[in-house]
């Protein structure tokens, strides 16, 4: 069992905020190597600052990935935009736990190198978040419609 140490910091203003225990747990999940990260939970300003910085993109993305080291020993960071969540939890009619969920299994396997650049990797990488997500026992990311289970 690879191990983890992992901190998480919340500075989002945004309520229904997922428990560190839940993190810990999407985590280790998803990890197949020893992994020290940092999820940080942002609001939209901080957001879209790094979003511009590192991807020259001005907007607040749900997730961004900052890898630090590669296998066989995980370092990295992994932002998460609170608002984001949210509104796209709403406007998809996803449980917000659930989509936290997802998000963070997508931010992890990013540190893991997997990327959605090319259909093929995207595909590869889509799979292995439903498989990871829908073990945790929340339902398939990619539906269409996956309000039938709210797992909290």
């Known amino acids: ?18 428990s560190e225990a839940d993190f810990k747990k999407w985590v280790k999940a998803t990890i197949r190597v020893d992994t020290e990260a940092t999820i940080r939970i942002v609001d939209e300003a901080e957001g879209r600052e790094l979003n511009k910085a590192y991807r020259g993109k001005d907007y607040a993305t749900n997730v961004l990935t900052f ?10 960071d992994i932002v998460i935009c609170a608002p984001v969540v949210a509104s796209e939890a709403a406007s998809q009619n996803k449980a917000l736990k659930a989509h936290f ?7 992890v396997l990013h540190l893991h190198g997997y990327d959605h650049e090319i259909d093929a990797q995207a595909e590869l990488m ?16 990619y539906l269409a419609d996956n309000s039938l289970s709210e797992n909290t």
Do not use: C, F, R
């Open 67 to 76: 890898p630090l080291s590669e296998e066989p020993h995980l370092i990295g």
């Open 1 to 18: 069992m690879p191990q983890l140490n992992l901190t998480v910091q919340n500075i989002s203003v945004t309520s229904q905020i997922p």
């Open 126 to 141: 889509e799979s292995i978040e439903t498989e990871i997500v829908m073990k945790l026992g929340y339902p398939d990311p």
């Open 101 to 107: 969920a997802h998000l963070t299994v997508h931010g």
